[in-house]
């Protein structure tokens, strides 16, 4: 079967229609079934919390965001100057990288009450937490995007007589792009996962520290207000990276 | 005439723990400043790793190689040597003119600046005038292909190899950048070693045609086409001198296969 192309109208429209039917379908269904709200609020319930609550949201997305973008800068920072390093010496890439493996193995929900205790109760535990889930997938996607250069190109770059430094930022960096930002978007998700489990395990401020107190205290509408927040936040740190990306990426 | 490639026993291959993979055997050839030389051979012949041997990207087990008087590695450090691969091998992040420009902005202390007014003249050259801002993906293979031929000119090499860069192009467009070809090395004078699958392409570009044979690669014959095609002359594809050298080539390749 052919697939006709969507125009780009209709392809900006349908998400958001998708969106809105199941918001409706919420709204009046809900009822309907007999939900209790202390289970599931309906959307115009949320939509009141977040009028009458902003003060109290803001205040508790703040820190969240501060945690999160700080996490997705170090942690992606350091994934991409420790994947020159590996590129750059077999050695260290050999005799690391699994370490470096084994590190990432370990499930966030365990490690992140080490990284408190280390750290303590402020912002820094949770920036490290938010910085060590987006670390691994970069590190693994830039050390495969330094290294995409075919045989031609670095035997041109060879024959053009160009020395380390030249190849490396006239053709592996630019070449490591379209994998660096694959894994840029997944991590600009991933990074507000991160301050949220932080502020989960350790925190009386932050979106995380909201969704634990609104549970413990059969708040429903405002443990949906804070996750429609935190995701509406990640949907942002997303379509910002989505932006840099065609601005970098010109080309394809 | 002074010589600008000689070969004098050059064996290719890789060494293994224990046994050794010739690639080239024994390989001797002269080439003459200017000369326009066409290698035709089966597949894993070592044509392309005679380029390569040649452009200093491999190095040979034993024998000698002189570019211009020099070892290969003088030769490509003082950019005489110019490579035009099989397939673009363009920038994707780079323009038309940026990529004709990239051995401006790489090579060390042996690069230098490139004045306009010559990539200019190159890119009339070349007919790419309009389409200098262009990326790559908005080119046809074509146009992609004389892009890499502006790159690899724009330092005004004193060689020019090309691994069969018109290998992947349909006939007309191949044909079409052939004669445009002949008529750059009619004017730049540049010395030019073309590695093809095709016959017909050997015979109509090359002033000779070296014919290797594969297992281990050894040059087989070299035609001297030098006779029946004067430098200035523009000779037709369908000239019976033409048909006959083919004939001849191709009888040479069944031979050695």
């Not at chain 1, 960096?173 to 989960?200: D, H």
């Not at chain 2, 290719?12 to 010739?22: E, F, H, L, P």
């Not at chain 2, 029946?228 to 019976?240: F, N, W």
Request: proline share 6%; hydrophobic share 50%; aromatic share 8%.
């Amino acid at each position: 079967m052919t697939e006709v192309p969507l125009s780009r109208n209709t392809a900006l429209l349908l998400p958001i229609l998708g969106g809105v039917s199941i918001i409706v379908a919420w709204e009046f269904l809900l009822p309907v079934l007999g939900v209790p709200a202390y289970i599931m609020p309906t959307p115009t319930a949320i939509a009141g919390v977040f009028v009458k609550q902003w003060p109290l949201l803001f205040s508790n997305l703040w820190p969240t965001a501060v945690e999160s973008i700080a996490g997705f800068v170090i942690g992606n920072s350091v994934a991409i100057l420790i994947a020159i390093v590996f590129v750059y010496s077999r050695i260290i890439q050999a005799a690391y990288f699994p370490v470096v493996l084994f590190f990432n193995t370990i499930p966030i929900l365990a490690l992140a009450p080490i990284i408190i205790l280390i750290f303590g109760l402020g912002m820094t535990p949770k920036i490290i937490i938010s910085a060590v889930i987006c670390f691994f997938p970069t590190l693994v996607n830039m050390i495969r995007g330094l290294n995409s250069p075919s045989p031609n190109e670095i035997e041109l770059f060879r024959i053009l007589s160009a020395n380390q430094w030249e190849t490396f930022w006239r053709l592996r960096f630019p070449r490591s792009m379209p994998m660096l930002f694959s894994s840029l978007r997944i991590a600009s998700t991933t990074a507000v996962i991160g301050a949220i489990v932080g502020e989960w395990i350790g925190s009386d401020k932050g979106i995380g520290a909201l969704i634990i107190q609104a549970t413990f205290n059969y708040r429903s509408g405002q443990l949906y207000a804070a996750i429609v927040l935190s995701s509406s936040m990640a949907i942002c740190l997303f379509l910002l990276v989505a932006f840099v990306e065609r601005k970098v990426i010109r080309y394809a | 005439m002074s010589v600008a490639i000689k070969c004098e026993k050059l064996n290719v291959g890789y060494r293994n723990a224990d046994s050794t993979i010739t690639i080239l055997s024994n390989l001797d050839l002269s080439v003459p400043a200017g000369e326009f030389l066409t290698i035709l051979g089966p597949s894993g012949c070592g044509k392309s790793t005679l380029l390569r041997v040649i452009a200093d990207l491999l190095q040979p087990l034993s024998g000698s190689i002189n570019v211009f008087g020099a070892s290969p590695d003088d030769a490509r450090n003082r950019r005489q040597i110019g490579f035009v691969f099989q397939d673009s091998t363009l920038l994707p992040w780079r323009s038309v003119i940026e990529n004709i420009q990239l051995p401006s902005s790489v090579g060390g202390h042996h690069k230098h600046s490139i004045s306009g007014a010559k990539i200019k003249s190159l890119l009339k050259l070349m007919g790419l005038e309009e389409l200098d801002d262009r990326y790559p993906h908005q080119l046809s293979g074509g146009q992609r292909q004389r892009v890499a031929i502006a790159r690899a000119l724009i330092e005004e090499p004193k060689l020019l190899l090309m691994d069969e860069p018109f290998g992947a192009l349909d006939e007309i467009t191949r044909d079409r950048l052939n004669s445009e070809l002949l008529s750059i090395w009619r004017s730049t004078g540049t010395t030019i070693l073309f590695v093809t699958h095709s016959i017909i392409e050997a015979v109509y570009l090359g002033q000779r045609v070296m014919v290797m044979a594969s297992n281990p690669g050894r040059v087989l014959k070299i035609a001297d086409l030098r006779d029946i095609k004067k430098k200035d002359l523009v000779i037709e594809r369908e000239d019976p001198r033409i048909i006959s050298a083919m004939a001849d080539m191709r009888r040479a390749l069944e031979a050695a296969s």
